[in-house]
């Protein structure tokens, strides 16, 4: 079987692929297109640049090989109209020997590659697979990124009280401001809130609606993880800058490059990172573990913490000058227990969306439940409500929800009374309430981890211990969790 020409367009039985060959040598051409037929492409032949851009904008295929002999138009000045056609085409220049400078001149015009005349075959596969898997992996992250800008805006953050629509016109003001930027050097922000108030979500909200939108936002939980292994997340390592570095490893600085770098639990980084991210911040430069060599990074950091970093300043616990470099713009995320109603706008919504994943009906919430809701402490925030109301619709049986289903929120004793005086005095507890130390503590973690999802990291914070410390209690208990 040999290639199809340009009229005559047959597809390829394999991967779905297709090439379009520009070559003016019909022969050589044809066994090529046989060649690719084989292995499962879909091909074309044109004969000359013109018939090629005409084939085209039809046959839209993976990949251009284009001769650079033609008898027209010069393979150069095709690869240029193609790439005015459509800048995404991926070109590949057929040179003869010693086309070096030419091989040169057609990738600064923006051919992904050259070979070299008269062709090895094999060579040609190869380089045919790699474009395959690199444009593979470049639609997957496409994908993700669009997926990810579709899940993150000023409009995810859900509220209608006061203190919500505040923290939504700040963020708008603040992003209407980036766009008129000249310089792109959009500011350092810190946000501060408790746990679950949704700090992740205002920093994508930032992210994503910024100048920054199409390049990576990248995350990293400075709490969860050791002092050195934070260091060689966030600026990677030379290999053999310590025992395990066989090879060198990226950091995170640098594939956040041009996009930002969210540092959640900013307060957890030690003595040292602090230094670097100063560093990084006043003179955007950093070195990789190891390296002698000093690197220019261009990244928005966003910070989070839920810890008081002012105090922590004062107590030398954070460097002073890290704090003011971060704090240039200071955000604050309320707690839910300050957002009246929205607890139960929340609570319908996240309500609707998970009985819209189990493929339930959405129960409605009685003036009992509402109370329950409303009474809370909510020491979790938007995560706790979130979880609560997916263990709710579980338990709900058709009818509104009462304080049966939501019994858990009273008595697992995380919650805080809504007011001192509610507070039952030491040594109130019913005679018959457990009171078996082990017990309460497994009890308690379990609660904890069961509305993190099992997410340790999340669990300490609920529990206001270490992720260390919950880590070993759970061992001692034989728990299990995530994270
Ligand atoms: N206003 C809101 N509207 C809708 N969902 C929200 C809102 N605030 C938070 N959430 C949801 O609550 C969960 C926790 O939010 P997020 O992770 O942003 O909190 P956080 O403050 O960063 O938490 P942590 O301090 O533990 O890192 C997420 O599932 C988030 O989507």
Redesign the pocket.
Known sequence: MSGSTAQEARPGPGNGRAVLIIDDEATLARNVATYLERLGWATQVAGSAEQGLDCYTEFRPDVVLLDHNLPGLSGLEALGRLRSIDPQACVVLMTGFGGIELAVAAMKQGAVDYLAKPLALGELKLLLERLLTQSRLESTVDYYRSREAESSGLD????RSAP?VALRDRIGMLLGAERQLTDGDVPTVLIL?E???????VARALHFGGPRAAQPFVELNCGALQQQLLESELFGYEKGAFTDARQRKLGLVETAEGGTLFL?EIAEADASTQLKLLKLLEDRRYRRLGSVREQQGNVRIIG?T?QPLEQMVREGRFRADLYFRLRIVEIH?PPLRERGDDVLF?ARHFLAWHAQRYRRPVPELSAEAEGLLMRHRWPGN??EL?HAMEQALLMAQGAPLTQRELAFLAFDGLAMPATAAAEPPVGAAPADEDLNLERSERRLIMTALQRCGDNVT?AA?LLGISRDTLRYRMERLQLRGEG
């Open positions: 995810k953050l859900l509220g919500i809130g746990t679950g108030t949704g700090k992740e979500l959640d989070a839920h995320v929340l938007v995560r979130r999340q914070k």
